[in-house]
């Protein structure tokens, strides 16, 4: 079902319209999406042991100063792009529940770049429990971006890209 939402010349003072159910689970989902990346953050530093050990199974011949570096730096950047998940979920949800097109557009990029993560990440050494994420944070994604392409969330989108006065 689309909602069709009065202009500005419609309405005699400015009130914001709600936002339509399929943006409000979106809203949700992505809440949802920020806490998985949150616990990935967590769960990576937790598991250094285990990257420590994905790294030398994948580089057999690397020294142990090596290993520590590469395992450092994995953890850090995996820890670290989570956070920044985290961090981009929560904004895009608020932003989205405010009507903004530039986030919807943005989210679904966002959901291109994790769908081309995901698969850099299944062909390099990570651990079981990283990847376990990364296929959530993709299917979070997936369902927001699909919400948030909704018939009815495309005319409250458009809505607040009529001119206001």
Known sequence: MIQHYPNAAQMSDFQRPEPPAAVL?????????????????????????????????????????????ITHTAVIAAAGTAVIGAVLFIRIARSCRKGRNWARVGRTVLFAIAVLGAVYDFSTAHTTLNLMFVFAGCLIDLVAVVLLWQGSSSAYFRFFKRPQF
């Open 25 to 69: 689970r979106a809203v949700r989902v992505m809440y949802a999406g920020a806490v998985v990346c949150a616990i990935q953050a967590i769960t990576c530093v937790l598991t250094a042991g285990a990257w420590r050990t994905a790294v030398e199974q994948k580089y057999p011949h690397l020294g142990a100063h090596g290993v520590t570096v």
